[in-house]
């Protein structure tokens, strides 16, 4: 095939390549986050990738078409729509009315894996798939599974060793009490309130007052027309949005002026007096887990209380500092299950985002600062002796030591690049002299990177050779794991 005939090798916009490090330090923290899962008895679930249309719902980006919003084919065996899923929860619900006799009751599950979404516009931060990590207690009515899952989001941001961490916490009824105390029931006026709400982080109080009166100018210099609420109405969003108090049951307190005239409104502040309950004697603090009157999240999606966990520290976006943000949210979705089976099914849950949460440590450097150790590279000095090469292999695997046979060019500088690269923490060299004398030469790759930079003289070098040793054939397994072993406690050392 000539070179104008060829393909161009790219990507799909939207979507990532994975190396080794990136995919190695994913896999490391999915393992963590989902054995603090299981601590508290939630049992792994894979779905399917695929699912049909009907099946996922009310698809993003909420419009009618079979394929927004999702990437969707029609199915020529059935004549039927088929999607990739955009996200865990739709499957789940599918699987527990599906197979909701035989499960038991609640059905407590946990699931990773990639989800894809048709981003109109991808972006280095909205990418068209992605990993999410969720667990989620289906058939549960009790705030005790709502307080739950702030208990296991706590556990996980512990486990990963992140110290800094806010989980807010709302609940969508105490927002409807808001909205009936405004007595405002035009719908798109309500979803414009929330929205606004939701905001608050960015636009602030004053911009808040603005969204919600005539409008504003965004950071972009675009103009958003306002809601053109009365200035009573104004104030009194701006004084829910004041009621985060120093404790929960104070913000609760605070929550009850607002939902007094509203029955769905007190059940809201209720049922978070409830988790308050659940919270406090599990000893939970405060500055862990806090009621956020601006928190809103999925805003035909969750009947109850939300969740979110925040990050607060600073990054730089544009040259300015700005809060890392959200990593993982949920709430509480009675209906999901009810759109199959006609009844409703109350299930509680929360997502972490993994990609985000892998940033996320990646910046505070609680991920390996370097890349994982790679293979011990066997060199093939004489090509005449392959099989004994392949024999020394076989011993290091049999003994559990990650290894590998040079399969490339001959030439001993490009092997010894080749081990360079792979991050090979020993590089095994035999010749035909060796043999003859049953012994192997053993070259430690890390040892030998930290003197070439404190040796000055090249001469001295060459003579001392302190990365280089010689060993019996009979010792060379556990020769090689002493190396693997102190390469391993100076890695650990350096990254203290």
Request: proline residues 4%; contains cysteine; glycine residues 8%.
């Amino acid at each position: 095939m000539s070179e104008t005939n060829c393909p161009k090798a790219r990507k799909p916009k939207g979507f990532r390549d994975s190396f080794a490090l990136q995919s190695l330090e994913r896999q490391e923290m999915i393992a963590t986050i989902c054995n603090v899962y299981s601590k508290f008895g939630f049992d792994q679930l894979e779905t399917s990738c695929i699912e049909y249309v009907d099946a996922l719902g009310k698809f993003l980006p909420d419009q009618d078409q079979p394929d927004a919003g999702v990437f969707a084919l029609k199915d020529d065996l059935d004549d039927q729509w088929l999607a990739l899923r955009y996200d865990l929860t739709a499957p789940l619900a599918r699987v527990v009315a599906e197979f909701g006799d035989d499960l038991p009751t609640p059905f407590r599950r946990y699931q990773y894996g990639p989800v894809w979404r048709r981003e109109i516009k991808p972006s280095k931060d909205r990418f068209r798939e992605f990993f999410q990590c969720d667990f989620d207690t289906v058939g549960c009515e009790t705030m005790a599974a709502d307080a739950e899952v702030c208990l296991v989001l706590s556990e996980v941001m512990r486990a990963l060793g992140i110290d800094e961490f806010v989980i807010r916490v709302n609940n969508r009824k105490v927002l409807n009490g808001l909205m009936a105390s405004l007595e405002i029931t035009e719908p798109a006026v309500r979803l414009g309130i929330l929205r606004t709400l939701d905001k608050l982080d960015d636009i602030r109080i004053e911009g808040v007052k603005q969204q919600l009166g005539p409008g504003r100018t965004d950071k972009s210099g675009s103009w958003n027309e306002g809601l053109h609420l009365p200035d009573s109405s104004i104030n009194r969003v701006v004084e829910f949005l004041q009621c985060k108090m120093p404790t929960r049951r104070e913000t609760c307190d605070a929550f009850l002026e607002f939902a007094a005239g509203s029955p769905d409104g007190v059940e809201g502040v209720n049922e978070l007096k409830s988790i308050e309950q659940y919270l406090e004697v599990s000893d939970v603090a405060q500055e862990f887990v806090n009621f956020d009157p601006s928190l809103v999240r999925g805003l035909e999606y969750y009947t109850g209380p939300v969740f979110e966990i925040e990050l607060p520290f600073e990054v730089k976006v544009k040259g300015k500092p700005k809060k890392f943000g959200s990593v993982a949210g949920g709430g509480r979705y009675d209906y999901l299950v009810e759109r199959f089976t006609g009844k409703k099914v109350p299930a509680t849950g929360a997502s972490i985002g993994v990609d985000r949460l892998l940033a996320a440590l990646s910046l505070l450097q609680k991920t390996k600062s370097e890349a994982s150790l790679g293979p011990v590279v066997v060199t093939m000095m004489d090509k005449e002796q392959g099989l004994e090469y392949q024999k020394i292999v076989n011993e290091l695997r049999d003994a559990g030591i990650r290894s590998e046979l040079y399969l490339g060019d001959r030439k001993f500088k490009a092997q010894m690049k080749y081990a360079d690269k792979r991050n090979s923490p020993v590089v095994i060299i035999a010749g035909s002299n060796e043999f003859e004398d049953g012994t192997v030469t053993l070259k430690n790759m890390f040892l030998g990177k930290a003197l070439s930079q404190e040796v000055e003289d090249n001469q001295a070098w060459r003579k001392g050779q302190p990365a280089q040793s010689t060993v019996k054939r009979e010792d060379l397994v556990q020769s090689v794991t002493d190396i693997i072993n102190q390469v391993d406690l100076e890695t650990q050392h350096n990254q203290a």
